[in-house]
């Protein structure tokens, strides 16, 4: 698949090293909050959730973490690896008893690591 | 379990032709989404089914474009006619209607209109 491109922003990493990508959300009545990778020519994989009444949820080498107060979403990523390279996108939903509801996503941050 | 399937991987028509891209999702997922992603726009939502039902379509561009989801098998996607703006690669995601926000994307086919 393709990989938004050109103008989105851009994470160097060396590998090994902790990464942090971040993303600001709009709306105050999400229930859930995730991060999705995308490698290039792939599409988008879930990676983790966090429901709006938490603000820390950790994974395995991920953690995330939501700050309603200033509408903040971040990804921590422990010891990054040459796989973790792709674009990641931050994604918001609400969700309504008995139907299935959309994913807002959000512009996307690529990741590149270093050797 | 094979992920869910899109066909064709990639398709190149020119301007004015039908187009018709064909998605499989997981067995068992209930509800299913087509995207489209370019570079201006990023991954936008264009419709999404909820047991074989249309549930919210208002991010179909125009009247160009269809879906129909027959059984919970098998869903469509319709371009006709194509325009050279359409060029993008289209997704096809699904999943289980209680966990909406974890949906499992297709390969994605990319769509070339000249």
């Known amino acids: 698949g393709e990989s938004v491109g050109l103008h989105l922003p851009t994470l160097s990493v060396q590998e090994g090293d902790n990464s942090i990508i971040n993303c600001a959300y709009s709306?105050?009545?999400?229930?859930?909050f995730i991060w999705y990778k995308q490698e290039s020519g792939k599409g988008p994989q879930f990676i983790i959730d966090?429901?709006?009444?938490?603000d820390k949820r950790q994974g395995q080498r991920v953690t995330v973490l939501l700050n309603k107060t200033v509408k903040h979403l971040s990804l921590q990523i422990a010891a990054t690896q040459p796989g973790d390279s792709a674009v990641y996108f931050c994604?918001?939903?609400?969700?309504?008893?008995?139907?299935?509801?959309?994913?807002?996503f959000g512009t996307g941050t690529r990741l590149q690591v270093t050797l | 379990d094979a992920g869910v399937i899109q066909s064709p991987r990639h398709e190149v028509t020119e301007m004015g032709q039908e187009v018709t891209l064909r998605c499989k999702p997981i067995?068992?997922?209930?509800?299913l989404f087509w995207y489209r992603q370019t570079m201006m726009r990023g991954l936008e939502l264009l419709i999404y089914?909820?047991?074989?039902?249309?549930?919210?379509d208002s991010g179909m561009p125009e009247d160009r474009f269809s879906a129909k989801m027959p059984n919970a098998s098998f869903s469509t996607l319709k371009i006709q006619p194509s325009e050279p703006r359409d060029s993008a690669v289209y997704f096809c995601?699904?999943?289980?209607?209680?966990?909406?926000?974890?949906?499992?994307f297709g390969p994605g086919t990319r769509l070339t209109v000249t």
């Open positions: 067995s068992g997922h209930n509800s």
């Open positions: 994604a918001e939903i609400g969700l309504n008893t008995g139907t299935a509801s959309k994913l807002t």
């Open positions: 089914f909820n047991n074989n039902v249309p549930i919210d």
């Open positions: 966090i429901r709006s009444n938490m």
């Open positions: 995601a699904s999943s289980t209607q209680g966990l909406a926000y974890e949906q499992y």
């Open positions: 709306n105050s009545a999400s229930d859930y």
